[in-house]
């Protein structure tokens, strides 16, 4: 069976966005703040606290924004990245880092994919079993924030 | 075995693939390593951040990936707009196939 034209094969990530929101799947309304957010505060990169920048293009924007926690939430994008702790190896250059910050009495981790190019691949909220489960893999930790005194 | 209605998103330049679950699109999700880091079964979560027991999709390098054994066996076959439905392994070999394919044309002089 040969696909569709423009629907077997793979989409790219603003396309994805486009359709889902014409499909009613997510609100204009989210994504549009969320560009907005993106003209604001996200387009010229995010540092992390070791003092690099991580790039954000529009296509990882939305690619990230399709967890419901993070399109209601589209501050938690910047705030993973600043709030970085951990940064492990991994393969083909990238890089993971992890990350917790809290708001309100609710504390929050991310893991965090970046490219070689300091590039965001990916961004997900995780929980502590997930943070347990990825350090067991044993990536080498080439950063780690010094504890506060 | 239930049949997962399925689209891809990928991003060539940094090789990120996402084969994703349309009916779950937008939901809460949480990764579910396997394999290497950036290799994840997506689980869905609901509103109590609890997980549901469905899979919202399967992130991973697809041009680079060759765990093969790590991948989950999941009772659920894919199908993509247009295409039979297939188990995961299948679905993601042949993409893998026709995406290798894809950059070679791209890269090769006209």
Do not use: C
Not at chain 2, 56 to 83: C, M, S, T
């Amino acid at each position: 069976m040969e696909p569709e034209p423009g629907r077997g094969s793979a989409e790219p990530p603003r396309e994805r966005i486009e359709r889902l929101v014409a499909e009613g799947q997510m609100p204009r309304a989210a994504v549009e703040q969320v560009e907005r957010l993106w003209q604001e505060r996200l387009r010229h990169g995010v540092t992390m606290p070791n003092g690099e920048l991580v790039r954000i293009t529009l296509d990882d924007l939305y690619h990230v924004i399709v967890d419901s926690r993070i399109w209601r939430h589209p501050e938690r994008i910047e705030r993973a990245i600043a709030h970085v702790f951990e940064i492990r190896r991994s393969h083909s250059g990238r890089r993971q880092a992890f990350s917790r910050w809290t708001k309100g009495t609710k504390a929050l981790l991310a893991s965090i994919i970046l490219e070689p190019g300091n590039r965001l691949w990916s961004l997900h909220l995780i929980d502590a079993k997930r943070m347990r489960r990825y350090t067991r893999r044993g990536g080498e930790i080439i950063w780690r924030q010094s504890e506060r005194p | 075995m239930e049949t997962i209605r399925a689209t891809i998103e990928w991003t060539p330049e940094i090789d990120r693939f996402v084969l994703w679950n349309d009916d779950l699109a937008g939901r809460a999700f949480v990764p579910e390593p396997f394999g290497d880091v950036t290799d994840n079964l997506l689980l869905e979560l609901d509103e109590h951040e609890q997980e549901t027991g469905r899979i919202v999709g399967v992130e991973l390098a697809i041009l680079e990936f060759d765990r093969w054994d790590d991948l989950p066996k999941l009772d659920l076959l894919w199908q993509l707009p247009g295409q039979e439905p297939l188990p995961l392994d299948e679905l993601l070999r042949r993409e893998q196939r026709r995406l290798r394919q894809q950059v070679a044309r791209a890269a090769s002089p006209a």
